[in-house]
């Protein structure tokens, strides 16, 4: 089994370097089913969730090669099939876009159901809604397979979506880029991943204007030609880091990024006190002279505060004196992770879909689980705080979504490693 083994207690200090976004790569990646001719995507980050749907895409007869850490050539003129419904399909979330892509594409797609991180009901009926509108009757076979076919070419309609979804938007975009005239996607989600797919799209020959707004129009196209593409840093994981320098009271600067991504984080750790200085492509965040002030967080669509770090907020606001209050308000269920820091001396009570956190209280190590991904990163910031040993275990989760966690960790003055436990044995994992 292995585990990350935290001995904290030290201050971050230092630069560390963003990867390419994960929720990006993997709507992009799928998103190359559409073009008929050969991509090179750049940027890419070098996690588990990339990896399997590249080989999903290599399943269906794409030809997936890694040129470098970062790149992928991807040629999509090979598939043979619309149909993906293997154990890898099942094994992630981001897998739903093949509907898209599939249905764009080809008229038709079947799809295994997605799995991926587990907090409550994740429905799909406004994807499904959205193709429907576009003429595609869709089915759920056997409770595990979603079917979607159109015996006529998808067309063009006005779609509103009932709630903001990153997934619907995302996957309607797909199917209508090559959908005969015009589709409009009203109340559209808006996050940076979601401008990043449609310049994706667009520099293949898409017609995608008002990405980054909430309506977004489509007017599907026939060709779409190859590119190179190099994907936007992941926000998530820049925001995950300035966390830990604040939980730590550390002083780092973060590079490879978008701050205007970041605009929300950055103005919840100004309010507590953390100085933060934005460059062109860079951040500095110090809380080393500071006393962090307590604070409320109340997640949204963006460009509000992102749920994806909600937990790792959770861990920082632990640290740190007096009441503060997180309202999660896109998942019904995203504290799952609250008990784990309540292992390591967190006082915190969930009531529905707030969590109330009476920070400052004495902290001690203990073994937890990281319960999701992002729940598994506030694992590793609680257990930054902590002058002691955590040991943090179903790590495969943190895998999926965070590229050289360890290494960056390390770099930035953490003592952090990967170990393999059998038994009594511990051995450290090489990098
Ligand atoms: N929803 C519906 N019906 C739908 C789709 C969504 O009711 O058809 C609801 C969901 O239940 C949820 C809300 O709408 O309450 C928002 O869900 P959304 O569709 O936006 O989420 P998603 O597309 O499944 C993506 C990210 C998540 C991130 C959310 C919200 C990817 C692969 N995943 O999920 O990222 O939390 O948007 O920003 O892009 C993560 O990276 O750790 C992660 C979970």
């Known amino acids: 089994m292995e585990k990350f083994v935290v001995t904290g207690g030290k201050p971050l200090h230092g630069e560390v370097s963003i990867s390419g976004a994960k929720n990006a790569a993997v709507a992009i990646i799928p998103a190359v089913i559409l073009c008929d ?3 090179q995507i750049e940027n890419i980050p070098n996690i588990s969730d990339v990896t399997l749907i590249s080989k999903i895409l290599q399943q ?11 790149s992928l050539y991807i040629d999509p003129t090979h598939i043979k099939t619309y149909s993906a419904t293997t154990d890898l399909v099942r094994g992630m979330r981001a897998s739903y876009y093949l509907l898209g892509a599939l249905l764009g594409k080809y008229g038709k797609a ?3 159901l997605p799995g991926g991180c587990n907090f409550g009901a994740r429905p799909i009926d406004q994807h499904l809604k959205g193709f429907e509108a576009m003429g595609a009757a869709t089915q759920l076979v056997d409770g595990a397979i979603i079917e979607a076919a159109s015996q006529t070419p998808l067309q063009g309609t006005h779609i509103y979506l009932d709630v903001v979804s990153v997934g619907a938007t995302i996957n309607i975009m797909l199917a209508a880029s090559k959908a005969e005239g015009l589709t409009i996607i009203e109340n559209a989600a808006k996050e940076p991943h979601i ?12 017609d995608i204007r008002g990405a980054g707004t909430d309506v977004i129009k489509v007017r599907g196209v026939g060709y779409l030609h190859g590119v190179t ?53 860079a951040i500095k965040v110090d809380a080393s002279c500071e ?8 997640t949204m669509p963006h460009p509000g505060f992102p749920t994806d770090c909600q937990p790792q907020f959770a861990a920082l606001l632990m640290s740190v004196p007096g009441t503060s209050i997180i309202n999660e308000n896109v998942w019904d269920n995203r504290y799952q992770y609250v008990s784990e820091l309540i ?3 967190a006082h915190i009570s969930v009531e529905g879909r707030l969590a109330i956190i009476e920070g400052g209280t004495a902290l001690t190590a203990a073994p937890v689980k990281a319960t999701d991904l992002r729940a598994g990163a506030a694992m590793i910031i609680a257990a930054l705080e902590i002058n002691g040993t955590t040991e943090i275990s179903s790590i495969q989760y943190i895998e999926r979504g965070y590229e050289d966690v360890v290494e960056k ?10 170990v393999y436990f059998t038994g009594d044995n511990e051995e450290e994992l090489r990098a």
């Open 37 to 39: 001719e050969p991509c």
């Open 60 to 70: 269906i007869g794409a030809n997936v090669r890694r040129i470098n850490k970062s």
């Open 110 to 112: 079947k799809v295994a």
């Open 195 to 206: 401008v990043d797919l449609a310049n994706f799209l667009n520099s293949m020959g898409a």
């Open 229 to 281: 593409y190099s994907i936007i840093p992941d926000q998530i994981e820049a925001g995950t880091y300035m966390c830990a320098a604040a939980a730590t009271r550390g002083c780092i600067t973060i590079k490879n990024i978008t701050p205007k991504h970041l605009e929300s984080i950055s103005a919840k750790l100004r309010e507590m006190g953390v100085k933060i200085t934005e460059y062109d492509e």
């Open 291 to 298: 006393t962090l002030k307590r604070c409320n967080i109340k």
């Open 343 to 345: 292992r390591m001396g």
């Open 409 to 418: 960790f390390r770099a930035l003055g953490s003592d952090i490693k990967k």
